[in-house]
């Protein structure tokens, strides 16, 4: 690779430094590790095809208790932690995560500060290590920065994320061997002190890279960042694969790929906003507007959460202006409707028992119990139609929390999740 490492303000993430001729010709270069990938995926074939019938058979038939699975992701800063506090407290979020580049070693005094801040708010503080080319190409460096970080940070911080989204090129990582590199420079560390080590951040779906890796890295949870804005809404599927049937395969080859069965967290997702320009992380078709971005925030969660395969879902970001809950632009933060729609959602799926999904081709209706009480959260990702339920309904909340009106047992579904509290 030619090109440095660059790093973009706007949208928190690294340009794509290398033209697609070069990195080509470096894939063409590693095409043996291709293979590798290949012979480990085929060898689990048959185990992985077996869970995933088992699982997708179970998914949304049998009780599931959430118990607190909501989290979120944040950029700390002297200047903004106040605000983010406050968020945080309004949200009834304690689980947090927040990201530490290696290319920042010089301020880690200010991470430390920040983290240790949130620490004793009560927050359970998850750190992602964040890799450029330059850690592979000067292991070393890469070594100190693990040393430093886990030194610093260990009494205050639960899990430390290896790496992350290194199967995009634009993160410096260019193979699942150099992936390997930089995640077994942290074993030391483990198998010497309590650090707990959590991965490996795969981003998308790529779900062919985890077997190779979790034969050689005993992560203690194993984590996704399973984005799913590229097809817009989370029903809508990517070659045939729909978000539910994505997270009973990812689940099929991670049970399949090690001899205990461990939690999976999904560390990242979000959709870009339209019309936010510089600050879009994704700027074209997968950006979509506040309103949608709400809807799918909710809808996300539900689909993931009820499967029974997920244990915890981060929301990157807090604050951002391309797409997070909160645009931080100018001096007031202006929460959006996703904002808005999390604080709704957490309190009433928050230690609820999922009972059931309901067989309709046309509405999506998940039913819940908590504290005796029956609701139902619904949508449709079709035209808006009427809806009966058989129960008698007591009220009705909207997405963000609002009274919606209803006629008797019948309800108007839309694309905006509602909360359904029946008598």
């Known amino acids: 690779m030619k090109k440095t490492f660059r790093w973009n303000p706007y949208a928190d993430q690294p340009h794509n430094v290398a033209p697609k001729g070069e990195r080509f010709r470096h894939h063409l270069k590693h095409l043996p590790s291709y293979f590798n990938l290949a012979h480990a995926n085929l060898r689990?074939?048959?185990p992985i095809i077996r869970f995933y019938r088992i699982y997708k058979k179970e998914m949304y038939k049998r009780p599931v208790q959430l118990e607190d699975p909501f989290a979120l992701s944040f950029t700390s800063s002297e200047e903004d932690n106040a605000n983010i506090l406050e968020c945080l407290a309004e949200l009834d979020i304690k689980k947090c995560l927040i990201r530490i580049p290696s290319w920042k070693r010089?301020?880690?005094?200010?991470?430390e500060k920040d983290v240790s801040f949130f620490a004793r708010q009560g927050q359970e503080i998850t750190i992602s290590l964040l890799q450029q080319r330059d850690d592979i190409k000067f292991?070393?460096?890469w070594a100190v920065f693990l040393e430093e970080v886990f030194t610093r940070f260990r009494k205050t911080c639960c899990y430390f994320e290896l790496?992350?989204?290194w199967n995009r090129t634009k993160w410096g990582v260019w193979n699942y061997?150099?992936?390997l590199q930089l995640a077994e420079a942290a074993l030391p560390y483990t198998e010497k002190s309590d650090i707990q080590i959590i991965g490996p951040a795969v981003i998308d779906f790529e779900f062919h890279l985890y077997p190779p890796v979790m034969k050689k890295i005993p992560f203690e949870k194993i984590t996704s960042l399973l984005y799913v804005d590229r097809?817009?809404?989370?029903?809508?599927?990517q070659f045939g694969w729909d978000l539910p049937r994505k997270i009973a395969?990812?689940?099929a080859i991670i049970d399949s790929s090690q001899p205990q069965k461990k939690d999976l967290w999904i560390t990242e997702l979000n959709w870009p906003l339209e019309g936010t320009g510089k600050y879009s992380p994704a700027p074209g078709k997968s950006s979509v507007s506040e309103s949608k971005q709400a809807d799918y925030l909710v809808r996300y969660y539900v689909w993931s959460l009820a499967s029974g395969f997920i244990q915890r879902i981060y929301w990157w970001q807090l604050a951002a202006p391309g797409y997070g809950l909160v645009d931080n632009r100018g001096k007031t933060w202006r929460k959006r409707p996703s904002y808005h729609a999390f604080k709704t959602m957490i309190p009433i799926l928050r230690n609820s028992l999922f009972k059931h999904k309901m067989q309709d081709t046309r509405a999506l209706i998940f039913h819940f119990n908590k504290n005796e009480k029956q609701f139902a959260v619904c949508w449709t990702n079709h035209e808006p139609f009427d809806y009966s339920f058989s129960e008698g309904i007591s009220y009705v909340k909207g997405?963000?929390?609002k009274d919606i009106p209803y006629n008797n047992s019948t309800i108007r579904l839309n694309s905006s999740p509602q909360y359904v509290f029946f008598k």
């Not at 010089?106 to 991470?111: G, I, K, M, T």
């Not at 097809?231 to 599927?237: I, K, Q, V």
Request: glycine content about 10%.
């Open 44 to 46: 689990k074939a048959f």
């Open 106 to 111: 010089a301020s880690l005094d200010e991470y």
């Open 139 to 141: 292991p070393a460096r």
């Open 163 to 165: 790496g992350h989204a």
């Open 177 to 179: 061997k150099e992936y």
């Open 231 to 237: 097809t817009g809404a989370p029903e809508n599927p």
């Open 249 to 251: 395969l990812l689940k």
């Open 399 to 401: 997405r963000d929390g």
